[in-house]
């Protein structure tokens, strides 16, 4: 450091002499060197060139401080940039969501809420949301992602909101099979599954697809909501049973579609 410092006293020596010689040399260079012999004209014109040089370093590392500045403040706004567009790109991307369940499954969106918890201990399959009152969510509210059905709004707050996901063991929906007639209700069976139960007039085989039905009217009509497994007989064969899995995967849910009740 004290190196550092007596080579920046030096050079600001040098510079002071240079310019001085400078100064002085500027008009008289030319007279001595017509006067006098060269080696009398040399000193004087090496300190003439000496300023000169020195001002230009001077001048270079001016630049260069200004340029680190810059490059620094370029820098800077980069990040900003990169930042900004990162948020633009997730709101893009959370927008098409909305629009694809605007689209595919209900006109009426409410907002796009993100998913702060999650309750999976087995007894029950609830979801907690970062929206609340204040956002415009209200109990009876149907929760879903562009996949399919996730749940429905049970409980808010001021600022968060419950979700009874379809895996809960308390829900209920209504749901058909694809396009086949007949309704039946399907109930959580947790850890993963869904277990409705249909008439034992409905056609149901594993790989149809389960649309929510009218049965108990708490969803719109026709959101996906799993894909059978297994199919069996139950009570004797006075019902249909289908054991079915949903087509969300609620463990990876970050965001869902809030809709209006019916």
């Known amino acids: 450091m004290r190196e550092h410092l007596l080579s920046r006293l030096l050079f600001a020596l040098l510079l002071a002499l240079g310019l001085a010689l400078a100064a002085l040399t500027r008009p008289l260079a030319p007279g001595f060197a017509l006067s006098f012999s060269p080696l009398t004209a040399f000193p004087l014109h090496l300190g003439h060139r000496l300023g000169q040089n020195l001002r230009a370093a001077w001048s270079a590392l001016s630049a260069r401080q200004d340029l680190l500045a810059e490059n620094q403040r370029l820098k800077e706004e980069v990040a900003r940039l990169t930042t900004e567009n990162a948020r633009l790109r997730?709101?893009?991307?959370?927008l098409a969501r909305a629009l694809e369940v605007k689209a595919g499954q209900a006109p009426g969106v409410v907002a796009v809420a993100p998913v702060v918890a999650e309750d999976a201990s087995g007894l029950y399959r609830r979801l907690v949301l970062g929206l609340g009152?204040?956002?415009?969510?209200r109990p009876g509210m149907p929760v879903t992602a562009p996949q399919g059905l996730v749940g429905l709004v049970v409980e808010v707050e001021a600022h968060r909101a419950l979700v009874r996901t379809l895996l809960d063991p308390e829900s209920r929906v209504g749901v058909r099979v694809g396009e086949k007639p007949g309704r039946g209700v399907a109930r959580g069976a947790p850890p993963g599954l869904l277990v409705a139960e249909?008439?034992?007039?409905?056609?149901?085989?594993?790989?149809?697809?389960?649309?929510?039905?009218?049965?108990?009217?708490?969803f719109p009509d026709g959101i996906p909501v799993g894909r059978v497994e297994r199919v069996e007989r139950a009570q004797g064969g006075l019902k249909v049973r289908a054991w079915a899995r949903p087509l969300v995967d609620l463990s990876l849910l970050e965001e869902v579609v809030v809709l209006r009740p019916l």
């Open 90 to 94: 997730l709101e893009v991307a959370r």
């Open 133 to 137: 009152s204040q956002d415009g969510l």
């Open 198 to 218: 249909f008439p034992p007039t409905v056609a149901v085989a594993p790989g149809d697809l389960l649309l929510t039905g009218a049965t108990l009217g708490l």
